[in-house]
T-cell receptor, first 114, second 108 residues
Framework: IAGITQAPTSQILAAGRRMTLRCTQD?????MYWYRQDLGLGLRLIHY???????GKGEVPDGYSVSRANTDDFPLTLASAVPSQTSVYFC?????????????FGPGTRLTVL | GQNIDQPTEMTATEGAIVQINCTYQ??????LFWYQQHAGEAPTFLSY????GLEEKGRFSSFLSRSKGYSYLLLKELQMKDSASYLC?????????FGAGTTVTVRA
């Protein structure tokens, strides 16, 4: 693989269920991010990780958790899904966190919570 | 939090020029990015500005004025494939905050 991948591509989930969205990058980037994208609101940061072993909260972290056990993987977990978490989720990575480091985005996961 | 404003929609004719403005209010400014996002796809990097002035890259140029909290993306010689959303993003405290995006429609 080359770049950043996400799984699943799309998912329909019953409210109250637990769900983990997977994200893997093979660019050896230090920093990784999870965003959600909703119509009219743009991309909003959920959680981030500046380096393996560390994570931080973004703008909209409630209801989500992340882990960063190694450099390549950054899974996002919804412990008990609610309909307001229906969204398109993008994972991204960057070589570092300094200003000029562009972020590379995965293809996205479209999640519907019923 | 950050306040980033850009127009919701713009329409232009093939071969024309379109300018997408972005204004922002932020603390700890570390640069401004423009991304392109086609419908149903991931955002892709277009440009980065951290110093005042114009950065030109082929048909696309990006301008920044830090004192005014203002940037624009200039798309020249528009092509049908340029129909997409254009996202303005500010790096503040080493995290990106995005505007809602501007959807550009190119007409034949």
């Amino acid at each position: 693989i080359a770049g950043i991948t996400q799984a699943p591509t799309s998912q329909i989930l019953a409210a109250g269920r637990r769900m983990t969205l997977r994200c893997t990058q093979d660019m050896r980037h230090n920093a990784m991010y999870w965003y959600r994208q909703d119509l009219g609101l743009g991309l909003r940061l959920i959680h981030y990780s500046n380096t393996a072993g560390t994570t931080g909260k973004g703008e909209v972290p409630d209801g989500y958790s992340v882990s960063r056990a190694n450099t390549d993987d950054f899974p996002l977990t919804l412990a008990s899904a609610v309909p307001s978490q229906t969204s398109v989720y993008f994972c991204a990575s960057s070589e570092g966190t300094s200003g000029s480091n562009e972020q590379f985005f995965g293809p996205g996961t479209r999640l519907t919570v019923l | 939090g950050q306040n980033i404003d850009q127009p919701t929609e713009m329409t232009a004719t093939e071969g024309a020029i379109v300018q997408i403005n972005c204004t922002y209010q932020t603390s700890g400014f570390n640069g401004l990015f423009w991304y392109q996002q086609h419908a149903g796809e991931a955002p892709t990097f277009l440009s980065y500005n951290v110093l005042d002035g114009l950065e030109e890259k082929g048909r696309f140029s990006s301008f920044l004025s830090r004192s005014k909290g203002y940037s624009y993306l200039l798309l020249k010689e528009l092509q049908m494939k340029d129909s997409a959303s254009y996202l303005c993003a500010v790096n503040s405290d080493y995290k990106l905050s995005f505007g809602a995006g501007t959807t550009v429609t190119v007409r034949a």
